[in-house]
């Protein structure tokens, strides 16, 4: 059944959600609502709350004559805390949505090291080296570009890391 747009005598569609003409007596509305609530149990083929909804105002007869005087005003407005109340559960959903996203959306940024922090590994506390010098785009190979660390080890050699992973696989040494 196609969608018709209500006219301005039948304003929210209520009379033709019931197939009913306005001047409907209310033994003939409790009659074509029973009767579409049956069809909408054989096919589904409608929407059901657009025929309750239909029924609820027409059955009652003040409700009625307010319908029948003219078009009927929309929903009313929220008030102010229900607006917020709406406002903060979309606000919510979004930043839990936003964590299982990118899970380090609401982590702290991993601590940056400086020139003399001695890292050590978290895992088995083995000591990689101390921080020499940072670079914010520091060019590796196969042309990429990332912020990075030189760490000079106990050997003496120095040798670049990128800071993601340094970040992730090493704290600085406490007292060293």
Same mark, same amino acid.
């Given at each position: 059944?196609?969608?018709?747009?209500?006219?301005?005598?039948?304003?929210?569609?209520?009379?033709?959600?019931?197939?009913?003409?306005?001047?409907?007596?209310?033994?003939?509305?409790?009659?074509?609502?029973?009767?579409?609530?049956?069809?909408?149990?054989?096919?589904?083929?409608?929407?059901?709350?657009?025929?309750?909804?239909?029924?609820?105002?027409?059955?009652?007869?003040?409700?009625?004559?307010?319908?029948?005087?003219?078009?009927?005003?929309?929903? &009313?407005?929220?008030?102010? !805390? +229900?607006?917020? %109340? /709406?406002?903060? #559960?979309?606000?919510?959903?979004?930043?839990?949505? @936003?964590?299982?996203?990118?899970?380090?959306?609401?982590?702290?940024?991993?601590?940056?090291?400086?020139?003399?922090?001695?890292?050590?590994?978290?895992?088995?506390?083995?000591?990689?080296?101390?921080?020499?010098?940072?670079?914010?785009?520091?060019?590796? &190979?196969?042309?990429?570009? !990332? +912020?990075?660390? %030189? /760490?000079?080890? #106990?050997?003496?050699?120095?040798?670049?890391?990128? @800071?993601?992973?340094?970040?992730?696989?090493?704290?600085?040494?406490?007292?060293?």
């Amino acid at each position: 059944m196609a969608a018709t747009v209500a006219s301005s005598a039948d304003p929210m569609g209520h009379y033709e959600a019931l197939r009913l003409q306005p001047a409907a007596s209310p033994g003939e509305i409790a009659w074509a609502y029973r009767r579409r609530e049956e069809e909408w149990r054989q096919c589904r083929s409608f929407s059901r709350f657009a025929v309750q909804e239909a029924y609820r105002y027409l059955s009652d007869p003040e409700r009625k004559a307010a319908y029948d005087a003219g078009p009927r005003p929309g929903p &009313p407005e929220p008030s102010a !805390s +229900r607006r917020r %109340l /709406i406002l903060s #559960a979309i606000l919510l959903t979004l930043v839990s949505h @936003a964590g299982f996203i990118s899970p380090g959306f609401l982590q702290a940024a991993p601590p940056r090291f400086h020139p003399g922090d001695v890292l050590i590994r978290s895992h088995d506390e083995r000591t990689l080296g101390t921080v020499t010098r940072q670079e914010f785009k520091h060019r590796f &190979p196969r042309s990429r570009i !990332s +912020r990075a660390y %030189l /760490i000079r080890t #106990a050997e003496g050699k120095g040798r670049w890391f990128p @800071a993601r992973e340094l970040e992730r696989h090493y704290r600085r040494s406490i007292g060293g």
